[in-house]
Each structure stands twice: as structure tokens, then as C-alpha cells.
T-cell receptor, first 116, second 113 residues
Framework: AQTVTQSQPEMSVQEAETVTLSCTYD???????LFWYKQPPSRQMILVIR??????QNATENRFSVNFQKAAKSFSLKISDSQLGDTAMYFC?????????????FGKGTKLTVNP | SAVISQKPSRDICQRGTSLTIQCQVD?????MFWYRQQPGQSLTLIAT?????????ESGFVIDKFPISRPNLTFSTLTVSNMSPEDSSIYLC??????????FGPGTRLTVT
């Protein structure tokens, strides 16, 4: 069974600095997708970034980038130039195919606080 | 992209009663998903609802407790039946196709007393 582990329950960072959130996963599949989702205090989950396992190049979205290490099954998220609006729960997720549909398996999340 | 709304946004219910949560999407989608997020916890998939067929439930979730309807391609309901305090959670619906991004609704915060 696929599992996703986020080892940092809480983190904090000063505004404008850089922070890295860790995520490891376990799977026997060769092709899969990984996601980072953000859940601000208002509760609406939104996608931060998406990585396809067959792509060696790390995904980037503006201030957000990932360090995808397929052999190590590691998928960390780097947030550069942190902003107060980045304060949220961050969930790492693995997408698997099961029963004819694609399903997300989430880690337990990391609560990130950006301090002014 | 998809815009998803849920009703109610929150509710406080008595033990032993049932609550039906509605999920409305602004476009037609094949797959809809229902998740539970217990206080301070991650999201756990309850079931997958494909229009025109019975919902598929994940291990630990049963239809008698969480009946789901999917009458068309833009709407679904999840009922939490015979509630107990352990059912106090946020319930979220999402939509997604294949390996693309899943879009989430704002959630329904349920408190059972």
C-alpha cells in the first residue's frame, strides 16, 4: 500500500526567507504523480505544485519548487521569499490508480507559519 | 478548473440523527470524491462517486453509514447516518479526472453533540 510521510508537524519561517517542507512516500509503482496542496485557515484546499514521476526535471511554480528524488522516494517543497499568505497547512499527496480511478493518498500535513 | 460549493458550510447535530451534505460543481465531471478530515488530521478518502453507478467505498467506510447519491454530472450528496461524536469532522468533496489536479470544495464542518 502506498503511504506518504511528512515528518515535520509544524514549521515556522520569517517573512522573505526560504523554507523546505519534507515528504517521503512508499510505492512499488514506476509511474505516478505527486502533489503539494495548501489548506489556509479558511479551509479551501488548493494545489500548489504537481510532479510527474517520469519527468526528471523538478517542477516549479513561481516561488514554489520541488526537489524530487525518485530513487530516494523523496518529494520536498521549497518556498522562497515566504509571504504571510503562505501560512497554511501543507499536504503532500500521492496519486494512485485503484479500481479504475485515480485516488489521492495524503500525508498528515505540515503546519507552516510565516512570521512578520 | 472547477468551482465547487458545499452545503451546509457547518452544522451542529444531535447524536443519532443524520445529515446530508450537498456538493455542486460548476461543470460536468465524471468522478467525484468524498473525504473526511478529522480535527487536526489529514484527509481520508471515504468513497468515489461515478455518475450512473454505485459509489465505491474505501476500507473502513460502509454504505449504510455514509450513503452517497450521484444523480447527475454536477451534483452529489453524502449522508452521515446515525451520527456519534466520533463523526465530528470536516467533510470535503472534490472532483478530478485522471492524474490531473483535484479541485476541492470548501468543506462542511460537522459537530455532533
Amino acid at each position: 500500500a502506498q503511504t506518504v510521510t511528512q515528518s515535520q508537524p509544524e514549521m515556522s519561517v520569517q517573512e522573505a526567507e526560504t523554507v523546505t517542507l519534507s515528504c517521503t512516500y512508499d510505492t512499488s509503482e514506476n509511474n505516478y504523480y505527486l502533489f503539494w496542496y495548501k489548506q489556509p485557515p479558511s479551509r479551501q484546499m488548493i494545489l500548489v505544485i504537481r510532479q510527474e514521476a517520469y519527468k526528471q526535471q523538478n517542477a516549479t511554480e513561481n516561488r514554489f519548487s520541488v526537489n524530487f528524488q525518485k530513487a530516494a522516494k523523496s518529494f520536498s517543497l521549497k518556498i522562497s521569499d515566504s509571504q504571510l499568505g503562505d501560512t497554511a497547512m501543507y499536504f503532500c499527496a500521492f496519486m494512485k490508480q485503484q479500481g479504475g480511478s485515480e485516488k489521492l493518498v495524503f500525508g498528515k500535513g505540515t503546519k507552516l507559519t510565516v512570521n512578520p | 478548473s472547477a468551482v465547487i460549493s458545499q452545503k451546509p458550510s457547518r452544522d451542529i447535530c444531535q447524536r443519532g440523527t443524520s445529515l446530508t451534505i450537498q456538493c455542486q460543481v460548476d461543470s460536468q465531471v465524471t468522478m467525484m470524491f468524498w473525504y473526511r478530515q478529522q480535527p487536526g488530521q489529514s484527509l481520508t478518502l471515504i468513497a468515489t462517486a461515478n455518475q450512473g453507478s454505485e459509489a465505491t467505498y474505501e476500507s473502513g467506510f460502509v454504505i449504510d453509514k455514509f450513503p452517497i447519491s450521484r444523480p447527475n454530472l454536477t451534483f452529489s450528496t453524502l449522508t452521515v447516518s446515525n451520527m456519534s461524536p466520533e463523526d465530528s469532522s470536516i467533510y470535503l468533496c472534490s472532483v478530478g479526472e485522471g492524474y490531473d489536479e483535484q479541485y476541492f470544495g470548501p468543506g462542511t464542518r460537522l459537530t455532533v453533540t
